[in-house]
């Protein structure tokens, strides 16, 4: 059973992980190596089961790899997920268990920080391997990959007025925004900045209150803010909001935001067609943070990554005329863009199996 889940998504690797001493239970899951190491961030989430857990990490893994593929990276798709509750079940030990299961991987895999985790986070899990992106800035890493993926998303967000209304000028239209942490917050004060009118709600209700009090945001309810009446949805939370029961109830005219899997099935990506509500693909939108974590590979540069996510504007304006040319969905066009360079590259290069040259030049573990 677990191999069929496996094979039917393609993935080439999946680890189970567990000490029982510290409590955790982890799963990492690679899913294609044939650009490069497979990367992807480590969410800590307390699913109701491990079936769910699983699940999670294979979508979001193979998501990873079309990302990579997208943003034209040298790099594959994987992802780590911890079965636990963030606020109240994270330790060092807990982490530096998982750093030594990444370790042991060889740098296949290369985690980074998502859902639940934070840079702190990351520092004892570097503490065990290199094999770690997003790391705090005193040890020559990239830091909160998040007003990086906002900034991206913020690009895709124009490609899409630009597409859909003829204009990129974000002051101009309305936006809601649904979750509101770190790369939520982010985007919304991106969004204000250019006197845009957002929305914002999340399960958080203080970082509601912040976004109300610093930004001059309107709140709205967790469940109203699939009724307003915005030209932009931008979800930046979890994944499958954009569904069969909230999308009778969209006005928007455009679906575009940072939250990964924002289809709950790709049906409903059929359905956004029908109802003449652009879709911005997911994957090429919130490529931003992986852009900017995936320089340290080569040694950080802040001013190279920045340059590097205005690539995301083309990205998504080449998905949208893909999408034309051939009659197709927007999630479809994206699709097809990636899986044409991934087999391009792979009738040159195998799988990969791990380096023994350094990674993360100039980077200091000390």
């Not at 209700?205 to 699939?226: F, K, M, P």
Request: hydrophobic content about 40%; overall charge neutral; some cysteine.
């Amino acid at each position: 059973m677990v191999f069929e889940t496996i094979g039917s998504l393609g993935h080439e690797q999946v680890v189970f992980c567990q000490n029982k001493d510290v409590g955790l239970k982890a799963i990492i899951a690679v899913h294609n190596t044939t650009l490069g190491p497979a990367l992807g961030g480590l969410r800590m989430w307390p699913y109701k089961n491990e079936q769910e857990a699983l699940n999670d990490v294979l979508r979001l893994s193979r998501g990873m790899t079309f990302k990579a593929a997208v943003a034209g990276l040298n790099l594959g798709g994987g992802k780590g997920v911890i079965i636990g509750d963030p606020s109240r079940d994270k330790s060092e030990g807990l982490f530096r268990a998982f750093g030594r299961f990444v370790n042991s991987l060889g740098g296949r895999y290369i985690t980074a920080e998502d859902v639940g985790i934070d840079v702190n986070d990351m520092e004892y899990v570097f503490k065990e391997t290199e094999y770690v992106s997003g790391v705090h800035q005193v040890h020559g890493g990239s830091g909160d990959p998040s007003p990086f993926t906002a900034a991206g998303s913020l690009q895709g967000i124009m490609a899409s007025l630009n597409v859909r209304f003829g204009s990129e000028d974000i002051g101009k239209f309305s936006y809601a925004v649904q979750g509101v942490g770190h790369v939520g917050y982010e985007l919304a004060k991106l969004l204000r900045a250019e006197k845009a009118k957002v929305f914002v709600t999340d399960i958080n209700r203080a970082a509601v209150q912040r976004c109300v009090e610093e930004l001059g945001c309107e709140a709205v309810s967790l469940d109203e803010i699939y009724d307003v009446d915005a030209d932009v949805y931008s979800p930046c939370a979890l994944g499958g909001t954009v569904n069969e029961k909230t999308m009778p109830r969209f006005k928007f005219k455009i679906v575009c935001g940072a939250a990964n899997n924002q289809l709950a099935t790709d049906e409903c990506g059929d359905e956004l067609e029908r109802r003449g509500i652009l879709y911005a693909p997911d994957y090429a939108v919130n490529a931003g943070g992986l852009m900017n974590v995936s320089i340290e590979l080569d040694g950080y540069d802040r001013e190279r990554a920045m340059r590097m996510l205005r690539s995301i504007y083309y990205n998504v304006g080449t998905i949208f005329k893909i999408a034309k040319r051939d009659g197709i969905t927007t999630w479809r066009a994206a699709d097809r863009m990636a899986e044409e360079r991934i087999n391009t590259i792979g009738k040159v290069k195998l799988p990969y199996m791990g380096s023994a040259r350094p990674m993360f030049k100039g980077r200091s573990r000390a």
